[in-house]
């Protein structure tokens, strides 16, 4: 049967179809129905308040994107339908410093308290790091400055839907209950690198020890037990719950959904901003949140099977 969250954004309105062989291009695994301790234990190295408690989940099977969804991908969504993602509207989006490759008048200002991430005027999926970027060698990369409303927007023309929480951790763990990561509990830098992440001095100076100072292609480093790739590092994926410290203190043990509503919708994996001195989210139970409306160069979405 189709998962309830297949109809909620009916708002948006929904698209034409296009073949199957143009919306269905991504590889997807088969994810198992079981259940699996969610969260992560306060007394853990790095674990945050959010992250508990421990609980109990059972999860009903489902098919989730091996990979998340590619620039090529978001391409074809936007050719079929004509899609203007909330970037575009806005004219504007949030790019890391040191990736800004825009004329120094694009630049509108700096957030608060984060000063190394820039408005750039004209930065979106097309132009990644600014209006003098492009997409011409990211066709495998992550498609990035998509929000919530933008995933959601393809989801609706694909026939898919964003995970829950829930079912983006299940999967992420990869059959491992108890590891932070997907391979397991060894670090990221542990017999060579596993994942994109900053390396260096954050936000001076990143080494690009694993080779990469943005975005990799989303084939990169070696799929969890399940198939999927870079459930953590690379980009932040949106998650189709809205956000709430506190849920896990409430939340239902089978197939739990997130809150009924909220200011912010759930982010799950890191991405390659992600330092021990910052962020610090690239495991497998670390929890953040953005506007539906927002976008950033860092954040973009798998999808699961409807």
């Keep these: 049967m189709p998962h309830a969250s297949c109809g909620i ?9 296009g073949p ?3 919306r269905h291009t991504i590889e997807q695994a088969m994810i198992p129905a079981g259940s699996f301790l969610m969260g992560e234990s306060s007394d853990r190295v790095r674990a945050r308040a959010d992250e508990g408690p421990v609980h109990r989940v059972e999860v009903d099977p489902f098919r989730i994107d091996v990979t998340t969804v590619t620039t090529a991908d978001f391409a074809r969504f936007v050719d079929d339908t004509g899609h203007v993602t909330d970037a575009e509207r806005w004219g504007a989006s949030m790019v890391f410093h040191s ?4 004329p120094p008048d694009d630049v509108i200002g700096a957030v608060t308290g984060a000063p190394w991430w820039l408005m750039v005027r004209g930065a979106d999926w097309r132009h990644p790091d600014g209006a003098l970027s492009d997409i011409d060698e990211r066709a495998d990369h992550p498609v990035v400055h998509v929000s919530w409303t933008d995933a959601a927007a393809y989801c609706a023309w694909a026939d898919r839907r964003l995970p829950s929480e829930a079912e983006w951790e299940f999967a992420a763990r990869g059959g491992q209950e108890a590891a932070r990561f997907p391979w397991g509990d060894a670090e990221v830098d542990d017999a060579g690198w596993r994942a994109n992440i900053f390396q260096g001095e954050f936000p001076v100076d990143n080494a690009g020890t694993d080779g990469f100072l943005t975005t990799a292609p989303v084939r990169t480093f070696s799929p969890n037990g399940w198939g999927l790739w870079q459930c953590v590092g690379n980009v932040w994926e949106w998650c189709a719950d809205w956000y709430d ?8 043990r089978r197939d739990p959904r997130g809150p009924a509503g909220g200011r912010t919708r759930v982010i799950r994996g890191g991405s390659y901003l992600c330092h021990p001195s910052y962020c610090d989210r690239y495991r497998n139970a670390a929890r953040s949140a953005n506007t539906p409306d927002s976008s950033t160069g860092n954040t973009g979405f798998r999808t699961v099977a409807c």
């Design 99 to 102: 990736a800004v490759r825009s």
């Design 245 to 252: 410290p506190g849920y896990y203190d409430i939340s239902p």
């Design 20 to 22: 199957d062989d143009v």
């Design 9 to 17: 954004i009916s708002f948006l309105g929904t698209p034409t179809p």
